[in-house]
Structure formats: structure tokens, C-alpha cells
């Protein structure tokens, strides 16, 4: 167990649907990173929130969206889904939100889009 | 944007060191320089990371050349739990990130 909690594990969903994932970083971490990881694009980073804040963005579709919460758990919600979208969505977490941080991933949920 | 190339695969021998490679010929002053794994279906997993300097951890070692151009992961003794895809990423102070497309690992035993 990394500390990182990340549900549902598993989520099977109809094209044109909404999802939420949630992610619940390690204890004392401020910082939650969304990563997608599809078998054609590898890992891609999505986005960063540090304590409540949007800190960075990557390759995340407008379709998509997160928030950080005051508790510091975070969620990524997914609409209009699209075959493409299914993937593995990684959520993780670090104390502080530079670049000398290391960070500890969850096991991920697997989306799949019908 | 700075990026990275690392190998396609590499093969190992059980209880044998491993070296591997990246490059990042267009890293910036402020990029450190960051190593995860990942095993089959589970999330990456953190080895190490540095910015100039060679670091040691209980892992693993983290080569760095002088330019900083290019770093080497290295894996002092393979064991088959070492098989893994590894990711040589750089992350910079404004905490864009750039995955390298991995080197799946593959030890014999």
C-alpha cells in the first residue's frame, strides 16, 4: 500500500457519460498530480493541484476537469467520454509542490468506455 | 519543451548490475532529474532523483553526467523483481513534466 488511495479500481461506463475519479493523497502530502496512461500514449500528465491550487497543467482535454478539495483529497471528473478515453488513470502526491519532490503513485483506476 | 529518449528495452542477468540510460540533451539548469518504475499492473513507483550531483539510495544509484545531458539509472544487483518498465522524467521549476517513453527491463534468471 503506497498511501494513495485512489477509487473506483475498476469503472466500465457507456460513451457520452460522466465519471468521477477520486484520489486521496498519503498522509502530510499537499500536493495531487493526475496522470492518464494509455496503451499508444504512455504516461501523460494531466494536472497538478498544490493545497487547494491548480499548480500545473499537461495534456488535460477541456472535456475534463479537478479540484483539490480542503481536505486535500482531489477529483478528476471525465464527460462526454469517448472510446479513446478509456485508460488507466493514475492519481499521486508529494509533500511539496517543486521539482526536488519525489512522488508516490496510487494503483490507479481502469476506466473503460463502451 | 525538454524531453528525454531512453531505450526500448534492455536485458539483464540475474544478480548482475544494469545500467540505464537517458538522455536529455535540452535540459535546463533548474530540470532534476527524476527515475520511477513501473511493474505490471501497478503504479509507477519512485527510485530516485537528482539535479547534479551522483545520488545513492537503497535502490538504486543515479549517475549524472557533467553536462548533465545524459544520467544513468543504475541497478547495482538485478534481482526478477527488478523487471520493470523504467521512466526517466524531468521535471522542471515550474513543474511541467516530461516522460521519457521508458525501457522495459527484462532480467534472466
Known amino acids: 500500500d503506497s498511501g494513495v488511495t485512489q477509487t473506483p479500481k475498476h469503472l466500465i461506463t457507456a460513451t457520452g457519460q460522466r465519471v468521477t475519479l477520486r484520489c486521496s493523497p498519503r498522509?502530510?502530502?499537499?500536493?495531487v498530480y493526475w496522470y492518464q496512461q494509455s496503451l499508444d500514449q504512455g504516461l501523460q500528465f494531466l494536472i497538478q493541484y498544490y493545497n487547494g491550487e491548480e499548480r500545473a497543467k499537461g495534456n488535460i482535454l477541456e472535456r475534463f476537469s479537478a479540484q483539490q478539495f480542503p481536505d486535500l483529497h482531489s477529483e478528476l471528473n471525465l464527460s462526454s467520454l469517448e472510446l479513446g478515453d478509456s485508460a488507466l488513470y493514475f492519481c499521486?502526491?508529494?509533500?511539496?509542490?517543486?521539482?526536488?519532490?519525489?512522488?508516490?503513485f496510487g494503483s490507479g483506476t481502469r476506466l473503460t468506455v463502451v | 519543451d525538454a524531453k528525454t529518449t531512453q531505450p526500448n528495452s534492455m536485458e539483464s542477468n540475474e544478480e548482475e548490475p544494469v545500467h540505464l540510460p537517458c538522455n536529455h540533451s535540452?535540459?535546463?539548469?533548474?530540470?532534476?532529474i527524476h527515475w520511477y518504475r513501473q511493474l505490471p499492473s501497478q503504479g509507477p513507483e519512485y527510485v530516485i532523483h537528482g539535479l547534479t550531483s551522483n545520488v545513492n539510495n537503497r535502490m538504486a544509484s543515479l549517475a549524472i553526467a557533467e553536462d548533465r545531458k545524459s544520467s544513468t539509472l543504475i541497478l547495482h544487483r538485478a534481482t526478477l523483481r527488478d523487471a520493470a518498465v523504467y521512466y526517466c522524467?524531468?521535471?522542471?521549476?515550474?513543474?511541467?513534466?516530461?516522460f521519457g517513453s521508458g525501457t522495459k527491463l527484462n532480467v534472466k534468471p
Open positions: 498522509s502530510g502530502d499537499l500536493s
Open positions: 522524467i524531468l521535471r522542471d521549476n515550474f513543474n511541467k513534466f516530461y
Open positions: 535540452t535540459i535546463s539548469g533548474t530540470d532534476y
Open positions: 499521486a502526491s508529494s509533500v511539496g509542490g517543486g521539482s526536488n519532490y519525489g512522488y508516490t
